[in-house]
Nanobody, 110 residues
């Protein structure tokens, strides 16, 4: 069994910063990626960033503004978000394989 719990969401103004955290428990392998997805109201859920033990990947829209980091010692993954825009608003989900957390809300006001 794998459980994922997100935290760190909140409300900020355009240009602000937030750091999301995901606490994972269960059988987690660094050979498989952990990823962040997000979903805004009225839009489909989209991939944001992922990380294995050695590689990271980002969608173009967040590259240079977001940093994903993975810490295997305590089974956590973080998403540092800077220069936030209203289009970044949505529920952010942490995922590993087919497992998903319940999400944390991020709201960026203009």
């Amino acid at each position: 069994q794998v459980q994922l719990v997100e935290s760190g969401g909140g409300s900020v103004q355009t240009g602000g910063s937030l750091t999301l955290s995901c606490a994972a428990s269960g059988s987690i392998s660094s050979d498989f990626p952990m990823a962040w997805y997000r979903q805004a109201p009225g839009k489909q859920r989209e991939f944001v960033a992922s990380a294995t033990n050695s590689k990271t990947n980002y969608i173009r829209a967040v590259r240079g503004r977001f940093i994903i980091s993975r810490h295997n010692a305590n089974n956590t993954v973080h998403l540092q978000m800077t220069s936030l825009k209203p289009d970044d608003s949505g529920v952010y989900y942490c995922t590993y394989k087919t497992f998903w957390g319940l999400g944390t809300q991020v709201t960026v006001s203009s």
